[in-house]
């Protein structure tokens, strides 16, 4: 096992989003557990298609991944650096360096089950912290989002600030309980045993 990876942590794998992987996608962002949170407009394949096969193909600088658990295709996860998406960038003030993650767990028989704490840890010590050696880790749910919010802060996110974001696209607009945590503390995580 890795420097303070823990069982569940060596479970997870993330393999980039593709093409054949929309269709899962959208079933998934289908789900009404889903959907209170991660609101699509449109859930065709041509419209997944149209969000989704920028960042597939490299055109959009926000990386995809499909979580895999024990081998099977369990969520989504996505990252970026905030300073690639300017007009959020203004709103959400952050500092140059910052990444913002969002994830969801698609399989409705691995909610609930605690993996989401590992699998984002996982998420961070390889990507966020890792490949892309992000200054800030940033996550951002709905305030309403309650056990969202629990799980970030179990993972070692803590709470900086609530901002009201506007976006073109309505269903991107509202209030973001904005959570942060540096490389520093996500070290400390690991020796206090997350």
């Known amino acids: 096992m890795g420097c303070g990876m823990t069982d569940r942590e060596e479970r997870v794998v993330f393999r980039p989003l593709a093409e054949g992987d929309l269709p899962r996608l959208a079933r998934w962002l289908a789900d009404p557990e889903v959907a209170t949170w991660w609101r699509q407009a449109e859930l065709s394949l041509e419209a ?59 399989e409705t028989a691995l909610r609930g089950q605690g993996w989401a704490m590992p699998l984002l840890r996982a998420f961070l010590r390889r990507i966020v912290f890792g490949e892309m050696c992000a200054k800030l880790a940033v996550i951002a749910p709905e305030p309403a989002n309650r056990r969202g919010v629990h799980v970030y802060e179990r993972a070692g996110f803590r709470w900086l600030k609530t901002v009201r974001i506007e976006d073109e696209n309505p269903l991107e607009s509202g209030l973001e309980y904005v959570m942060v945590q540096t490389p520093e503390e996500f070290v400390a995580g690991d020796h206090a045993g997350r």
């Open 48 to 106: 997944m298609i149209g969000q989704y096969l920028p960042a597939i193909e490299g055109s959009d600088p926000t990386r995809c991944f499909v979580i895999v658990i024990d081998g099977l295709d369990a969520g989504m996860i996505q990252t970026y650096f905030i300073a690639d998406h300017p007009a959020y960038a203004r709103q959400i003030g952050m500092p140059l360096g910052s990444v913002a993650t969002d994830l969801l767990i698609g």
